[in-house]
């Protein structure tokens, strides 16, 4: 009897043909026929890194190596229609209830992968029979367990509600009927099996079991005296016993002698049923990941009360906003530490693309540029973003510039590289574009910073796009109706304490001198409030 | 089982519910002397002790006579008592000699070795029962009588021979019996050892000619694998009796660790009083109160510490504190006010932990935590500045503190200028008091004990330590407001000589 390897197909491809499940036609991950091939990206995810996307990808698909999520989460969508398939599925997968299900199907899927991946190497038939009637019991269980979820869940999504019809016909169908009555049968069978063991030295002696009294609790029940609630349980850890080899072999076969006809038609049934995964099936076993993945991911920002919204979408770059956002990858290293998040809103209205961030150093800025960037790409994947109401831009491509470590043996010296740098995104760069500069010019004198500063925001007004600008330089925040100021801040009774609030307000350039540190709360007062009465 | 003979409702615990400012209460008290003086040399009873002080502010009143009573049994009859304490030492060394404690993953030798640890267990429960059997109608208290009670229902003869017939079962010679089923993908699994039952000419002889069909195999000779194997099912068969073997053992070392602990209090208890009776001191049963009220009365006390490091008898101190929660000590230099201080604090300790306390007669009511703030000298290891670091201690306990606490200040707040000392003090102490506090401060701060006379009324009660007019001291403390001096004077001429 021969078994076909069938370990999951998507092992390592990323190629665009790989990314959408072609074969029925039914996907949750990509509407119509459209593929990966219709996403802007032409592989250039080089902001990948200084917006922390690297970060925040590979802790959303962390644990779920084997799906090989990372290309969908590598290829915004650059149609608003696509978007808004993807958040339809989300938002029914939001539902935690839903998310559970899927999250146990898929888990019962993995395992179905492992038993068949595993049969070749297992000699014993018996065994080998044996870990086949397991897999497609697993499978039959998940997708019927699965479908009658998916009825009782209000599905509002095209994605999942075609996937639904796709279900429902495939259970019905007479292949996975005659699968599903077989395996029970078997099973069945198989639980009524019971027998005895005699060992002593090297002998084994295998018979029916016939009633024989359980001597394990009668010594439980006679020590029993002596318990007391306040002993843990005494509990050894066995290692796992290796189970198919030669004597397990041999003691099975004696069984099977004991019960001949039951594992006569065992081995029949896996005969008959050698491949038995559905194709479609098995794609959306995958696809799904993708959201069950990134929502679990979030859960965590939310139980701490951080706010995710499902964007507006727009493909003109004006009144583009986002109340309470924050940038993920900070988010997560604070909540490891216990530590409280701070959020920021921004917002572009009318003529307004560009916002300049200034003020202190330490206090923020760059998380607010990371958080803008990091929200537009996630709403362009079609995920909720950060923030409690958000309208955003699906973007062409975003371009970063962030102050590099000088590399060795690249003589241009930093300014130049700077420039290079900034010359190339302009000129890559469209009206669709988002472009984030991050500390510019910060190695030449203040008047050439101002100036060079100055030419290149010029041009970037002219493009007409979408821009966030940090910089200690004042003057930029008022060039023209387009840019707005934005001003990271302090406590105001004490400079020496940043907020992290990045405010929108004219910038001032103020600086504060450290004020009183407060000490041991021993007052009368303050005691007072302290003991408890 | 259990033993109880600590609190009504729970074994005790040693390592659990220590206060937080156990070491300071220890240094600043010197507990130590006093541990080492029921210790005897036994680094047991010493830890014991320690942390029985260390979790007395939990103690309710209830408690506290519930173990007076205890204490008293063991006062008329400290042989057995000592006698209970040996057996659990006996035991647990034992234990200690054996291989007991390497549990493998191989549950055939555990098991082995549980059953031979369970042999020498009986051992001493047998010699626990015989000693109950004895001597239980000598003792009157609830603690005691119940304990004993207890031993004479729960180890009866007839169960004590049926656990020595299990134990002897228990060590397989017949080879193992067990039951199976298919577990996941066919797997041999689901083993439940099975009683064989004696059987007239050798069991293993008649299963093997009975009439349902059955087949045997032989491991062979050199196949390791398959040795293993068997051995493997055998192991998986017996592990749950290992494990229950093992609980039980468990079970009553656990009693037995118990039974140490709580005797071994009770033993400390007997050798601090066969110190202090030959020294002459007296010593009485304290009376607990409850809350809410505010009592301290004593006559003749003494700190315990100061006379197990002194030859001749020390001089006790009297008080009526009746509803009163601020008591103020001022007086003259080396008067003893640190040594009263002290004895308030060991007493108020000694009582809660169910003990005996240093005077002819004593009544308090019970706090929930005890705590002291004395000054300290000056430390290199600390960069913060003294009175920083007298104001950080006093910041952690304030995390602590409620309305039923003691705290006992000595000398406090006085590393800065007098002015500013007595600011501190005066805002930490009406807030104290005022919250329900009892707070009794050893202080030269002039300017505060005077603000406290003025603003306590009622609740204070202020006492100073004696001086004759000569200049000598009495080292007695009675009540008396305070004075602009403490006479620091006489000190410098004693040691100046002028």
């Known amino acids: 009897m021969e078994f076909p390897s069938q370990a999951p197909r998507w092992a390592d491809n990323s190629s665009g043909e790989e990314l959408s499940s072609q074969m029925s036609g039914i996907s949750v991950l990509f509407h119509k026929d459209q593929g990966i091939t219709q996403a802007t990206q032409s592989g250039d995810l080089s902001y990948f890194s200084d917006l922390l ?86 499978y039959i269980d998940a997708l019927v367990h699965l479908a009658a979820r998916l009825m009782e869940a209000p599905l509002a999504s095209r994605g999942l509600q075609g996937f639904r019809a796709y279900l429902n016909d495939y259970l019905s169908s007479p292949i996975f009927q005659t699968l599903r009555a077989g395996a029970a049968d078997l099973k069945q069978a198989l639980s009524r099996v019971s027998y005895c063991l005699l060992v002593k030295d090297s002998a084994i002696k295998v018979s029916r079991y016939e009633g024989e009294e359980d001597y394990t609790s009668t010594v439980e029940k006679v020590f029993a005296r002596f318990k007391k609630d306040t002993v843990r349980e005494h509990k050894f850890k066995l290692l796992p016993r290796p189970s198919l080899n030669h004597v397990d072999a041999k003691i099975l076969d004696l069984v099977a002698c004991l019960y001949p006809e039951t594992f006569a038609s065992l081995e029949d049934f896996a005969k008959k049923h050698h491949s038995f995964v559905d194709d479609t099936v098995a794609a959306f076993d995958r696809e799904v990941q993708f959201y069950i993945a990134y929502l679990d991911y979030i859960d965590k920002f939310r139980q701490r009360g951080l706010p995710f919204c499902y964007p507006a979408l727009t493909k003109v770059p004006e009144d583009v906003f986002c109340q309470d956002g924050f940038d993920i990858a900070l988010a997560q290293r604070l909540c490891e530490g216990g530590q409280t998040v701070v959020v920021n809103d921004f917002h572009l209205s009318g003529p307004e693309r560009i916002l300049v961030v200034t003020g202190p150093n330490q206090g923020g800025k760059t998380t607010f540029a990371r958080m803008f960037g990091q929200i ?39 300014l130049k590289d700077d420039l290079v740098r900034i010359h190339a995104i302009l000129s890559r760069a469209t009206g669709r574009s988002i472009v984030i500069m991050n500390e510019i010019f910060t190695s030449t004198t203040l008047a050439d910073a101002v100036f060079l500063a100055r030419k290149i925001m010029e041009r970037i007004i002219d493009l007409d796009l979408i821009c966030v600008c940090v910089t200690f330089i004042d003057e930029l925040s008022t060039l023209s109706e387009k840019t707005v100021s934005m001003v990271s801040t302090v406590r105001p009774d004490d400079p020496a304490v940043r907020t992290y609030k990045i405010v929108r307000r004219p910038s001032d350039g103020l600086s504060y001198a450290i004020t009183l540190a407060k000490r041991y709360g021993l007052t009368y007062e303050r005691l007072l409030e302290r003991i408890k009465p | 089982m259990k033993v109880l003979l600590m609190d009504r409702e729970q074994d005790f615990d040693a390592g659990a519910g220590l206060a937080d400012h156990g070491e300071e209460l220890i240094q600043d008290l010197a507990l130590n002397t006093l541990f080492n003086a029921m210790a005897n040399g036994d680094d047991f009873i010493f830890s014991t002790a320690r942390s029985v002080f260390l979790t007395a502010h939990r103690n309710s009143p209830d408690t506290i006579v519930y173990r007076q009573n205890i204490l008293k049994d063991c006062l008329r009859h400290p042989t057995v008592v000592r006698q209970m304490y040996d057996l659990a030492v006996g035991l647990m060394e034992g234990r200690k000699r054996s291989y007991w404690g390497i549990f ?83 797997e041999v699994t689901g083993f439940t050892v099975r009683k064989t039952g004696e059987i007239k000419g050798g069991w293993w002889r008649r299963w093997l000619n009975q009439q349902s069909p059955s087949y045997t195999f032989y491991i062979a000779e050199r196949d390791e694998t398959g040795a293993k194997t068997i051995g493997a099912i055998r192991d998986r068969a017996i592990n749950p009796l290992a494990e229950a073997l093992a609980q039980a053992a468990d079970h009553i070392l656990a009693f037995f660790t118990t039974l140490r602990t709580e005797t071994a209090f009770y033993v400390g208890c007997l050798n601090l009083y066969e110190r202090l009776s030959r020294k002459g001191e007296e010593v009485c049963m304290p009376v607990p109160l409850p809350g809410p009220a505010r ?63 240093p005077a002819l007669s004593y009544t308090a009511d019970v706090c929930d935590g005890i705590y002291t703030h004395f000054r300290r000298g000056e430390d290199s290891t600390i960069k913060s500045g003294k009175l920083d670091e007298e104001l ?12 039923r606490s003691l705290i006992l200040f000595n000398e406090s707040f006085s590393a800065t200028n ?81």
């Not at chain 2, 003869?157 to 067990?178: A, C, I, Q, S």
């Not at chain 2, 009495?474 to 004075?483: H, N, V």
């Open chain 2, 104 to 186: 493998t993953s191989y549950p055939t030798s555990t098991l082995s070795s549980a059953v031979g640890m369970l042999e020498m267990y009986m051992d001493y429960m047998e010699k626990l029962k015989n000693l109950g059997d004895t001597h239980a109608r000598d003792f009157v208290s609830a603690g005691f009588t119940r304990f004993f009670t207890m031993l004479r229902s729960d180890l009866d003869d007839t169960y004590l021979v049926e656990l020595r017939r299990h134990l002897r079962e228990l060590r397989f010679e017949n080879g193992v019996l067990m039951s199976a089923i298919l577990g996941w993908g066919n």
């Open chain 2, 295 to 357: 009592t301290m009365r004593f006559l003749s006390l003494y700190d315990p510490c100061l006379t197990l490091t002194m030859n001749e008898k020390i001089i006790g101190n009297d008080l009526d504190g009746e509803d009163r929660r601020l008591f103020i000590i001022t007086g003259a230099n080396q008067g003893g006010k640190s040594t009263f201080l002290r004895s308030i604090g060991v007493s108020q300790l000694m009582m809660q932990c169910g003990m005996f306390v």
């Open chain 2, 418 to 498: 007098e002015r500013e000392g007595a600011e501190i003090a005066r805002q930490i102490v009406t807030a104290l008091i005022q919250r329900g506090v009892k707070v009794f401060f050893v202080t030269h701060l002039y300017p505060f004990a005077r603000d406290m006379l003025t603003m306590a009324d009622q609740k204070g009660l202020f006492l100073r330590a004696q001086r004759r007019d000569d200049g000598s001291r009495t080292f007695r403390i009675q009540e008396g407001d305070p004075l602009q001096t403490s006479f620091g004077q006489d000190v410098y001429y004693e040691i100046f000589g002028e």
């Open chain 1, 53 to 138: 996307l690297d970060q925040i990808v590979a802790a959303v698909i962390k644990n779920k190596e084997a799906y090989n999520l990372k290309p969908f989460f590598s290829a915004p969508l650059s149609d608003p229609e696509a978007i808004l398939f993807r958040q339809q599925v989300m938002k029914d997968i939001e539902d935690h209830s839903l998310r559970d299900h899927l999250s146990s199907f898929s888990t019962a899927m993995g395992e179905v992968h492992r038993c068949l991946a595993a049969l070749d190497r297992i000699h014993s038939r018996y065994h080998r029979s044996g870990w086949f009637l397991e897999a497609v019991t697993t």
């Open chain 2, 392 to 403: 950080g201690r006093m910041n952690t306990m304030a995390d602590r503190l409620t309305s």
């Open chain 1, 376 to 414: 537009h790409y996630l709403a362009n994947l079609g995920c909720p973003v950060p923030g409690r109401v958000a309208r955003l831009v699906v973007f062409d491509n975003i371009f970063t510039h962030f102050e590099k470590e000088e590399e060795m043996g690249d003589l241009r010296g930093k």
